[in-house]
Nanobody
Framework: QVQLRESGGGLVQAGGSLRLSCATSGTIFTGVTMRWYRQAPGKQRELVAVITSGGSTTNYADSVKGRFTISRDNANKVVYLQMNSLKPEDTAVYYC????????WGQGTQVTVSS
């Protein structure tokens, strides 16, 4: 059974940092591009960061470039999102997603950035 489980969210002041983790189980991780999305209240889900299966290629939304870093530990099947210089507009539920068929989602972790 495939599962994705996010953790690491919380409340942080503007300018602070958080590191999100997405632990995966099942056979989903190997050879699969992984993504982080976020969804703020009243807004559509937004793609934040992408990392290819080997970790050599990453892409970011313009709004987080230079502040967020996506990485992965293939041995332990975990993908991370390091978030620095957080802003109130980064407040959202963050989701881990597998770029596979079928695609899988975690339950999300809340990130709240206070001004």
């Amino acid at each position: 059974q495939v599962q994705l489980r996010e953790s690491g969210g919380g409340l942080v002041q503007a300018g602070g940092s958080l590191r999100l983790s997405c632990a995966t189980s099942g056979t989903i991780f190997t050879g699969v591009t992984m993504r982080w999305y976020r969804q703020a209240p009243g807004k559509q889900r937004e793609l934040v960061a992408v990392i290819t299966s080997g970790g050599s290629t990453t892409n970011y939304a313009d709004s987080v470039k230079g502040r967020f870093t996506i990485s992965r530990d293939n041995a332990n099947k975990v993908v991370y999102l390091q978030m620095n210089s957080l802003k109130p507009e980064d407040t959202a539920v963050y989701y881990c997603n597998s770029a596979s068929r079928p695609s899988y989602w975690g339950q999300g972790t809340q990130v709240t950035v206070s001004s």
